[in-house]
């Protein structure tokens, strides 16, 4: 349901289209001919006074509705930002290219102890804040990692494994450091993740939906065992309804394309 008590004459709307989704445009009239003609109950008032780079956490928008927060990830992603908050939940949108500027290693100095919000959105931020609360508390703690098939669930898995890796800041064991260690067994689990998603396809009709990563850390055995990985992909629904309910460190979603 769009918004119609608001929309008068002159008012910025959105209007949705069978092609490109979402388009903008000005109520010239309210009854009569238009160019476009649309049902009031499609229709969702345009922030017009937005900024022209978007936002960086979708709580300062003024409408929460699905083309004003399209259209925000669309700006952002033009400028290369792929990620957004939504307030405490990351929207990470896949780049198909790469960015290894985002994710050196001063970049990682400067999210290391950095308050929630203070710098751009980031993969990196989330994984602060689960892994000092996870300190804190003195509780293992998680990182829910959800996205269809594509949208990047791996890549970012990768990214949060050397982030805490280097956090963890254990130099060397065996010659290797547990960056090293953790990276290295990625392949093994990635073929255990495929398997599992091949067969859930079958059963679930090729529905790509539902696909998690759940990201544990154990805090008994960080530096040794870095990390308790269980991959946990394609829980229904309700499992994740139960694992955001269990108040997870951070939550990332991941989307295909603007
Ligand atoms: N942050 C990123 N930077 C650069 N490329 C990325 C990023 N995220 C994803 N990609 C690109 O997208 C491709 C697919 O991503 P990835 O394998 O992580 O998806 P996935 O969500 O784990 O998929 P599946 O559920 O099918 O395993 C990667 O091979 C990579 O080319």
Redesign the pocket.
């Known amino acids: 349901m769009g918004t119609p008590v608001n929309i008068i004459v002159g008012s910025h709307v959105w209007v949705e289209d069978s092609d490109v989704a979402w388009i903008d445009g000005e109520v010239e009239k309210l009854t009569g001919e238009e160019v476009i003609t649309a049902k009031l109950s499609k229709i969702y008032p345009k922030d017009v006074e937005a900024p022209a780079g978007g936002v960086d956490d979708m709580t300062k928008l003024s409408y929460l509705h699905e083309p004003g927060v399209l259209q925000n990830l669309k700006i952002r992603y033009e400028l290369n930002e ?1 990620y957004t908050y939504t307030g405490n939940i990351l929207i ?1 949108i ?6 290894p500027h985002i994710y050196d290693a001063h970049m990682m100095q400067q999210y290391k102890g950095a308050p929630f919000g203070e710098l751009n959105p980031h993969v990196f931020a989330v994984a602060d804040v689960a892994y000092r609360a996870m300190i804190n508390e003195g509780k293992s703690n998680s990182i829910l990692v959800s ?11 990768k ?1 949060l494994m050397r982030y805490l890796a280097y956090l963890g800041g254990r130099a060397v064991t065996e010659g290797r450091t547990v960056e090293q260690q953790v990276l290295e067994s990625n392949p093994v689990l ?1 073929a255990f ?2 398997a599992k ?1 091949v067969r859930n396809n079958n059963s679930r009709g090729g529905s ?1 939906y539902n ?1 998690q ?1 759940v990201f544990k850390m154990k805090q008994e055995e960080y530096t040794k065992e870095a990390i308790d990985w269980s991959y946990i ?1 394609f829980v229904d629904n309700k499992d994740v309804l139960d694992l955001i309910e269990k108040k997870p460190g951070g939550i990332i979603a ?1 989307l295909d394309e603007a």
């Open positions: 792929i990470a896949n780049p198909f290219q790469r960015l996205g269809e098939s594509g949208a990047g669930k791996t890549e970012t898995t990214m990635e993740g495929n998603t790509h696909v990563h992909e991941l």
